[in-house]
């Protein structure tokens, strides 16, 4: 059978890798420890791992698979999905669900790991590192003493929000969301899932800020081209301020609409927001945590640090138009914020690549790519809720757009992450909010 490398066994250094091959296929490859001796090829050393390779997304409802949770289960490796948790053998592909994703072989052999296909046509081309881990500027706090607060065994996912809502470090704030989303996951494998705390705790209007000097959008220091040192400072500073917004907004959704019921139809009774909603939304803050790291964390590596420039919470302003309905949420923050930064990443990439910069072009790509399932989140549901009210998911987007949202989308739009994500044309051309304002769309969130 046809293989294509992948690469020399001493360079693939992390646990999962995102492939795309020349027929357009993505693909994730898994790098774990052997289970069991018999695993360890003739080629390998005893430090040698075990690969294997599947399909990207998810073939129940595309979720990306790049995130998923691995386990052990009779022996075997078990990738569940992190969408709605469909598992599925990392060998055979074969769920409990009854569905099947495509797995691919992979081998070693002289020290190269070789991934088996059919067509010998296909290349690789390109192989990218799935970045796992948020860097904590301290090192993780969790089994330490000090000012960072961990909340009770008992304590409810509304509570949880709330106390990271109303926490201003920054680093305590990223350590704590993503402890929330380990705490939460692990707990709905369990018989002791949760409690979601509906409707016990208020959200606080506005997150708690820390010692940052705040301005109106329209008050901010013009975009620069990104060659000067000072202009990267200036670009990855306006970026951590939105990434550290767009953690605020992934947990506040959860405690603000944790009480939201769909409006009842007659073929169909109103419905809570099921469990998944509040998994996916959390997953959604934990890659935020993530990303506001990376930013900090390259920000520091210039020379500068995060509360260095002024910022400004243009995003949580539209958090607060649309606080009363969760539709109005989705469609503003989800489908016009965060989906103009597929639009504007890769143009920020670019400017970064013109500048050499390639270590701010490796934290921007993977901030691009997991916003393109953040998109994708605030995509489907939408869709779900239109789904029980028996209403057209665009018309409802339009419509909130036009209501709750200053200003209109214009492009260049990225047409291809958009539709990535889920949202064709329909959804943005020809679409303008609140008449008698002009404001730019804030890429984010």
């Given amino acids: 059978m046809p293989s294509i490398d992948i690469g020399a066994v001493e360079d693939l250094t992390h646990s999962r890798y995102a492939l795309r091959l020349s027929d357009g296929k993505r693909l994730v490859l898994f790098r774990l420890p052997p289970i069991r001796p018999s695993e360890t090829s003739a080629d390998a050393k005893s430090h040698d791992w075990v690969y294997y390779a599947m399909e990207a997304e998810c073939p129940h ?25 469909y598992d599925f053998n990392l060998e055979t592909g074969e769920s409990s669900f009854g569905v099947k994703a495509c797995t691919y072989p992979v081998r070693l052999q002289n020290g190269r790991v070789l991934l088996s296909l059919d067509d010998e046509a296909v290349r ?5 590192a799935v970045s796992e881990q948020v860097k904590f500027k301290h090192g993780s706090r969790e089994t330490t003493t000090g000012s960072l607060k961990y909340l009770s065994d008992d304590a409810t996912l509304c509570d ?15 350590e704590l969301t993503s402890h929330l989303f380990s705490l939460f996951a692990t707990r709905e494998q369990s018989s002791t899932p949760m409690s979601l705390g509906a409707g016990s705790v208020a959200a606080p209007s ?21 060659g000067s040192l000072k202009s990267r400072q200036a670009m990855l500073h306006a970026l951590a301020n939105i990434e550290q917004w767009a953690i605020d907004l992934a947990i506040d959704i959860c405690v603000r609409f944790a009480t939201f019921q769909t409006t009842a139809t007659a073929d169909s009774a109103s419905q809570q927001l099921p469990r998944t909603f ?3 939304w959390l997953k959604v803050a934990n890659d935020e945590a993530k990303h506001f790291s990376l930013l900090r964390c390259r920000l520091e590596e210039l020379g500068s640090h995060f509360g260095a420039l002024p910022v400004h919470h243009g995003v949580w302003e539209s958090a607060t138009r649309t606080a009363h309905d969760l539709r109005a949420r989705i469609s503003v923050i989800a489908l016009v914020h965060e989906a103009r930064g597929l639009d504007i990443n890769p143009l920020t990439i670019e400017k970064f690549r013109a500048a050499k910069d390639m270590e701010s072009v490796e934290v921007m790509t993977i901030i691009h790519n997991d916003e393109i399932t953040h998109v994708t989140t605030g995509h489907r549901w939408l869709s779900w809720i239109c789904e029980q009210e028996g209403t057209d998911p665009v018309q409802v987007f339009r419509s909130n757009v036009r209501k709750h949202f200053s200003g209109g989308l214009k492009g260049p739009f990225n047409v291809a992450g958009r539709q990535q994500a889920g949202m064709d044309s329909s959804y943005y051309e020809d679409l303008a909010g609140l008449p008698g304002e002009k404001t730019e769309v804030i890429a984010g969130g």
């Fill in 124 to 128: 690789l081309s390109a192989l990218q």
């Fill in 160 to 174: 949880w929000c709330v106390h990271i809502l109303n926490t201003a470090d920054p680093e305590d704030k990223i």
């Fill in 61 to 85: 409802a595309g979720g990306p698979m790049a995130d998923a949770q691995v386990d052990i289960e009779d022996a075997s490796y078990i990738a569940s999905c992190p969408w709605h948790a």
């Fill in 206 to 226: 506005q997150p708690l800020r820390q010692d940052l000097h705040e301005v109106k959008p329209g008050q901010m220091p013009a975009a620069r081209k990104g």
């Fill in 278 to 280: 509040y998994y996916d």
